[in-house]
């Protein structure tokens, strides 16, 4: 069964540090990978998505993730924090076959706090 | 273009009440999907629906019941609420297409049930 993992339940970075969260995957063909962030009290935003090619991926607001197919992992990352980038991140995994519907699977989220 | 929408974004319901979530999406897209967020867990799918008319049962869908009748539409109802079901509800919707396609998500319904 499909499964996603984030490691990180709650990050704290001081603003203008550089930012990594981690997402792991547990699927047995090629994942079809997604990020999106929940501002407070908001619904969930696209950053960016993975589906094939090249295994980093540009997304909005400077973020940027990667794809390791030898570790199952798709983390997002950011050079620069802005304190505007609190928020909660939320890594989600899709697949490809027969019956498809188009459902992701979510992790449980990491909420990143900026410190000023 | 307004996207995704949420009707109402609040509601506060007592055990047993009942009450429907109303989803609208003006993207023409096939495909629709309820979650629920609670601390901790994530986002968690409730039910979905790949087409007007068609609906189907997601990873938590005791208590609650579906109905695509319009394309645009997508609602949710609570037949008999339990304060279990106190949570944030979202709605999203994406294209069809063989795989999988991003999804579009609304603002979300806070529902306290006391």
């Known amino acids: 069964a499909q499964s996603v993992t984030q490691p990180d339940i709650h990050i704290t970075v001081s603003e203008g540090a550089s930012l990594e969260l981690r997402c792991n995957y547990s699927?047995?063909?090629?994942?079809?990978l997604f990020w999106y962030v929940q501002s407070p009290g908001q619904g969930l935003q696209l950053l960016l998505k993975?589906?094939?090619?090249?295994?980093l991926v540009q997304g909005i607001k400077g973020f940027e993730a990667e794809f390791k197919r030898s570790q199952s992992s798709f983390n997002l990352r950011k050079p620069s924090v802005h304190w505007s980038d609190a928020a909660e991140y939320f890594c989600a995994v899709g697949r490809l076959g027969p019956g498809n519907t188009g459902k992701l699977i979510f992790g449980q989220g990491t909420t990143l706090q900026v410190k000023p | 273009n307004a996207g995704v929408t949420q009707t109402p974004k609040f509601r506060v319901l007592k055990t047993g009440q009942s009450m429907t979530l109303l989803c609208a999406q003006d993207?023409?897209?096939?495909?629709m999907y309820w979650y629920r967020q609670d601390p901790g867990m994530g986002l968690r799918l409730i039910h979905y629906s790949v087409g007007e008319g068609t609906t189907a049962k997601g990873e938590v869908p005791d208590g609650y019941n579906v109905s695509r009748l319009k394309k645009q539409n997508f609602l949710l109802g609570l037949e008999s609420a339990a304060p279990s079901q106190t949570s944030v509800y979202f709605c999203a919707s994406s294209y069809s297409w063989t795989g999988p396609r991003e999804q579009y998500f609304g603002p979300g319904t806070r529902l306290t049930v006391t």
């Open positions: 993207m023409n897209h096939e495909y």
């Open positions: 699927y047995g063909a090629t994942p079809y």
């Open positions: 993975y589906f094939s090619g090249d295994t």
